[in-house]
């Protein structure tokens, strides 16, 4: 019904930039929160950060002051920008998302399908 496809990882330098992006599609009557995950190698998927439909943000502390979290609503779509980038940021993004579908006007959560990122020199 719902569907998120990122884009936008892949590998790149340590103290570098990359942008991802996370498009929603499907049978969306309204969405409400938006965020970031990401799964390293052997440890547990954590938040990165969130946004809320009225543009609140927040932040895991490991990324505070690097990444920053944004949507727009007229796209469906989140955009999660890293600077700074570090070796230890190395893992699987996932896009979350609290979509309230045109059917049922209840609200699900969808994942997408992941999109890795490498930090490596």
């Known amino acids: 019904q719902v569907q998120l496809v990122e884009s936008g990882g892949g590998l790149v330098q340590p103290g570098g930039s990359l942008r991802l992006s996370c498009a929603a599609s499907g049978s969306i009557f309204r969405i409400n929160a938006m965020g970031w995950y990401r799964q390293a190698p052997g440890k547990e998927r954590e938040l990165v950060a969130t946004i809320t439909s009225s543009g609140t943000t927040g932040y895991a502390d490991s990324v505070k002051g690097r990444f920053t979290i944004s949507r727009d609503n007229a796209k469906n779509t989140v955009y999660l920008q890293m600077n700074s980038l570090k070796p230890e940021d190395t893992a699987v993004y996932y896009c979350?998302?609290?979509?309230?579908?045109?059917?049922?006007?209840?609200?699900?959560?969808?994942w997408g399908q992941g999109t890795p990122v490498t930090v490596s020199s």
């Open positions: 979350n998302a609290r979509v309230v579908i045109t059917t049922t006007r209840l609200d699900y959560e969808y």
